[in-house]
């Protein structure tokens, strides 16, 4: 079983950036694909950004596109999110997401299995 830690949260000012970081413990995450998901007060969870295993595919939301990056690094077992331009409206609790490999990587809370807790983005006008 994995266990996912996210970290890189935080207050942040209209067009700044940030970096997220999702961090696993109890097993490798080379062979899990890895969503990033964001839930806003009163809305449902969504889905962010994706990358897939070994191929190293990815996916992303159109409201984030040109704006989010997700990369991974299996020597230091994380996954990154890194998020440039940030508006308002991507204030929100984030969390990262793995499921066992599969051929493409989904932005559906369905597909996946582990969760990390999440951490807030406050972002500023």
């Known amino acids: 079983q994995v266990q996912l830690v996210e970290s890189g949260g935080g207050l942040v000012q209209a067009g700044g950036s940030l970096r997220f970081f999702c961090a696993a413990s109890g097993s490798t995450l080379e062979t899990y694909n890895i969503g990033w998901f964001r839930q806003a007060p009163g809305k449902e969870r969504e889905g962010v950004s994706c990358?897939?295993?070994?191929?190293?595919?990815?996916n992303h939301a159109d409201s984030v596109k040109g704006r989010f990056t997700i990369f991974r690094d299996n020597a230091k077992n994380t996954v990154y999110l890194q998020m440039n331009s940030l508006k308002p409206e991507d204030t929100a609790v984030y969390y990262c997401a793995a499921v066992p490999f599969q051929a493409m990587c989904s932005l559906s809370i369905n597909r996946y299995k582990y969760w990390g807790p999440g951490t807030q983005v406050t972002v500023s006008s």
């Open positions: 990358i897939s295993s070994f191929v190293r595919t990815t």
